[in-house]
C-alpha cells in the first residue's frame, strides 16, 4: 500500500530541548498504526506536529502529496478546511468548549469549511452520532452533561463528520473504564473498513494489540522499532520494546521474558550523540555511544540498535 502520510527527519524543539530527533515514518494508506512509547517519548508531540500543532525545527512532513511543512497563511488555512486530517484529543473536557452543545460541536468543523446548508449539517451530525453509537437524543446536551465515555465519543463523531482521510487519536481511551474502552477501541478498528486511516498513540499495549496493523515504537524522542505489530509484541528486536512486552500481561510470546532481565544494571549514561536508551540498556555495549541508525530487518522490520542482529539468541542468554 501506497504512504498516506510520510514523515522524513522530523525534528521538533522546545526551548532548546530535542522533543523529537530525526524521526522517519511512513503510514500507509488504509491501515491503523499504533504510537507507543512511556511520557516523554515524543509520540504526542509527533502527532501533534503532523497537525500542526507543534514547531518543526526541520525535516518535512507530506500528506497525500501535500508537504504540509511549506504551507503557510492562507494555503494552509485553505487546505485545514478541507478536514483531510483530524485529530482527537486525549481529554474530551478540554477539547470540547462547555457552553456548546453536542450538535454543535460535531458540526463545528462542518460549519467552518461552510460547504454545506444547515439542514445538510444537521444530517451529517446525526449521521456521525449514530456511527459512534451515540443516541441523537444527546445532541442537545452540553459536555457537562454526558459522561466520560460519551465524551470521547463525541470527539470522534466531530472528527469524522467531516469525512477525514487520516485521523490521529492521542490516548483515546486512556481515561476510560472497561467498557467504555472497549467500545472505542472497536470503533477505531472498525473504521479500516471505511478507507480511513488511522494513527492512535497509546502507553498502553493493550490498546493496540487488538486492533492496529503496524506499531512504532518511541523512546527518548527517537524511531527504536517498527513494523507488523505481531512480529514487534511477540518477537521485538530492542530491549526496550522487549521491556515494553515483557511488561504487558496481554503480550503473548512463545517463551516469557522475565522482565526483570531486561530492566539496565549499572549506572551507565547515554552520551551526547549516543544511544538513547543506552542508560537503561542491560547490553549496551561501548559501540553504544555512537547513535544507532534505523535498519531494515526481517522484510517490514526496521530496529535502530547496534546489536539487533544478536537477537533473539541475546535476549535468551541473558533471560
Not at 478546511?81 to 453536542?102: I, S
Not at 465524551?151 to 472497561?178: F, I, K, W, Y
Not at 467498557?179 to 493496540?208: E, K, M
Request: aromatic fraction near 4%.
Amino acid at each position: 500500500m501506497a504512504a498516506l502520510l510520510d514523515i522524513r527527519d522530523l525534528t521538533v524543539q522546545y526551548d532548546g530541548h530535542r522533543v523529537l530527533d530525526r524521526v522517519s515514518l511512513a503510514v500507509r494508506a488504509g491501515e491503523i498504526l499504533g504510537v507507543i512509547g512511556e511520557t516523554g517519548s515524543g509520540k504526542t508531540t509527533l502527532a501533534r506536529a503532523v497537525a500542526g500543532l507543534a514547531p518543526v525545527r526541520s525535516g518535512r512532513i507530506d500528506f497525500a502529496g501535500t508537504e504540509l511543512t511549506a504551507l503557510r497563511g492562507r494555503a494552509l488555512r485553505a487546505w485545514r478546511r478541507t478536514g483531510a486530517l483530524q485529530y482527537v484529543f486525549q481529554d474530551p473536557l478540554r477539547a470540547l468548549d462547555p457552553q456548546h452543545t453536542v450538535a454543535t460541536a460535531v458540526g463545528e468543523g462542518l460549519a467552518v469549511a461552510g460547504a454545506l446548508a444547515a439542514p445538510e449539517i444537521a444530517a451529517r451530525v446525526e449521521g456521525a452520532l449514530a456511527r459512534v453509537g451515540l443516541d441523537p437524543d444527546l445532541a442537545g446536551r452540553r459536555p457537562g452533561e454526558i459522561s466520560g465515555g460519551q465524551r470521547q465519543r463525541v470527539l470522534l463523531a466531530r472528527a469524522l463528520a467531516v469525512g477525514p482521510r487520516l485521523l490521529l487519536c492521542d490516548e483515546p481511551v486512556s481515561a476510560l473504564d472497561a467498557s467504555n474502552r472497549n467500545h472505542v477501541l472497536r470503533l477505531l478498528a472498525g473504521l479500516r473498513d471505511t478507507g480511513v486511516t488511522v494513527v492512535v498513540i497509546s502507553h498502553d499495549l493493550s490498546s493496540l494489540a487488538g486492533i492496529a496493523d503496524r506499531v512504532a515504537v518511541l523512546y527518548g524522542g527517537r524511531l527504536v522499532e517498527h513494523g507488523p505489530i505481531g512480529d514487534v509484541l511477540t518477537a521485538p528486536r530492542h530491549p526496550y520494546t522487549a521491556l515494553l512486552a515483557a511488561s504487558s500481561p496481554s503480550v503473548r510470546r512463545s517463551r516469557p521474558i522475565p522482565a526483570a532481565s531486561l530492566r539496565g544494571r549499572g549506572d551507565r549514561s547515554a552520551v551526547p550523540g549516543g544511544c538513547s536508551y543506552a542508560g537503561r540498556c542491560p547490553f549496551a555495549t561501548g559501540a553504544c555511544d555512537a547513535a544507532p541508525e534505523l535498519s531494515t530487518v526481517d522484510g517490514d522490520r526496521a530496529v535502530a540498535c547496534h546489536r539487533a542482529a544478536e537477537w533473539p539468541a541475546l535476549v535468551q542468554v541473558e533471560s
